[in-house]
């Protein structure tokens, strides 16, 4: 990694769009985001609506086909990329603000803290992180349940799993980012600049914000990048073992989970394994694609 | 090195109780308990079972019973395979999870290295940009999606290999290989990068200068260098493997510990849990112990100290 600081500099975006596999993800992302943010409304079809018409293969009527309880296998697939995309994103935002808060007291302050703060980093790399986000899942949940019971008359209550989901894993994702927050952080303060700040009589707060965090964002945005798709993968594997989403709401672990149940060799309802599985993976690859890009357009 | 392991093994002891502890107080704090069934019981037999299993009374005396007998070597019965030791679930369960996980895991390793040194070695090349595609693609889907895949191809379709279960060992090929997938990617991905940091290095000019035959400049100067990040890469594989073979024991039900993990919690079995999850700790804490044990092996630079 360079010494110098990166920062999203003017070019970057022109950069980054000559590449064609960065072109090709930020085309893919938004159409999956369009998709599953304003195509329901034209569908007009309910993801939780069943029917007798159950295991319909896709057809013009049920594009995707239809499941186990002749729900539309379209509307579920962007219902589960709404609440996929949503704890993906928001869960990498929590651990973006934890990694960065941590890397940079740990960078900036150095000695003791520093020591703590980065060993505390290494026992949670040894520990089993995924088992521990199951464990709070299921410790917070029902208390968070009841507290939103009382709040407008409970309407919020289904979105309290993939509240915790997004706190829990965000909580636990952050790891890396403080370990390269940290390490930018180190060699940034020995730069001229930062000494100049401090002869000028400005605080250390504000040094952190005004001058330090500035000439993160390169390397921030781009572990954001990474940590979205890490983050939805870790939810859908949650989803997928039964621990995450509840239905009847779906993810896209849970779709899969149940595509996974309807294979069998006598009749394989395979669309209901292809769709959320193409979906979701060109979701997931565009993400790592996009990122990849962010880090080599920025090293340039 | 004496000094240093005994600070890694009491660190490593911190570690499991603390793990314990979360798991413990998580478990019976969290509603429901492991006798509460869609019809309930008496209360008095409920009394009774909780009293059983030594879980009635305050909930630090619970811990400190079950901490005492765990440091003992005790892992109790499990509350839902009724009377059945802890132990003795762990013992059968182990050695599947145990092959599974150690195929994955040399698969993983053989494969990344060879396809990352590939890509390095030909950098620029169709080869190159094919494998790390391939590679992205392994990292972008998800096991779960990979299993029911390989399972579809090679026992639905083709009809070569068993599609589930735990006959022989050719029953663990297909779940080894959606397994290894998302960590060979990794390890290409990392020895990639490495080895090109390291094919720049003047060492192998004058290695090169000395008449040593290419072949040799690459994978025994090389190769032996650029393997240092995928060695301390290694702990965390053994944690995402671990997590992972939770999720394929499931899709080709296999006997493995991972279905006891997930079915622990899902019971309450406060006791099943415990065993498993220190279990878990162990390998990665040991694991993770050995990969610095080799890194200062490989690396003479580097000191056991910190």
Known sequence: MATSAISLRPGLWRRLLRRPAALGSLLILAAVLFSAVFLPFFLGSDPRQTSPETFVPPCGVHPFGTDLNGRDLLARTLEGARISLLVGCTGALVSLLIGTAVGMVAGYTGGRTDALLMRLVDVLYAVPRLILIILASFLLDPWLQQALSAFQGGRWIGYSKIAILILALGCMEWLTMARIVRGQVLSLKTLPFVQAARALGQGHLQILLRHLLPNLTGVIVVYLTLTVPAVMLDESFLSFLGLGVQAPQASWGTLLSDGAQALNPVRSHWWLLFFPATLMSLTLLALNFLGDALRDALSE | MLAFLARRLTAMCGVLFCVLTLTFLLLRLSPGGPF????????????????????????????VDYLADVARGDLRLSTKYRDRPVRELLAQSLPVSALLGGTAFLLA?????WLG?????????????????????????PTFVTGPVLVLLFA????????????????????????????TASIARLTRTSLLETLEAPFLRTARAKGVSEGRVLYLHALKIALLPVVSYLGPLAANLLTGSI???????????????????????????GGVVLVYCVLLVGMNLLVDLAYSWLDPRIRLES
């Open chain 2, 117 to 141: 040194s590939i890509a390095a070695i030909r950098r620029g090349t169709l080869a190159d940009t094919g494998s790390m595609f391939l590679a992205l693609g392994l990292i972008s889907v």
């Open chain 2, 36 to 63: 509460t069934r869609e019809r309930k019981l008496p209360a008095v037999i409920e009394q009774q079972l909780l009293a059983k299993y030594r879980l009635d009374g305050p909930l630090w005396q619970q811990y």
């Open chain 2, 156 to 183: 639905l379709h083709l009809g070569w290999l068993p599609a589930g279960g735990w006959n022989s060992p050719v029953s663990l090929l297909l779940p080894a290989l959606a397994l290894a997938g998302p960590a």
């Open chain 2, 247 to 273: 999720v394929v024991e499931s899709i080709f039900n296999l006997p493995g510990t991972g279905s006891f993990f997930v079915n622990a919690i899902l019971n309450r079995d406060v006791f099943l849990l």
């Open chain 2, 109 to 113: 390793v053989s494969s990344g290295i």
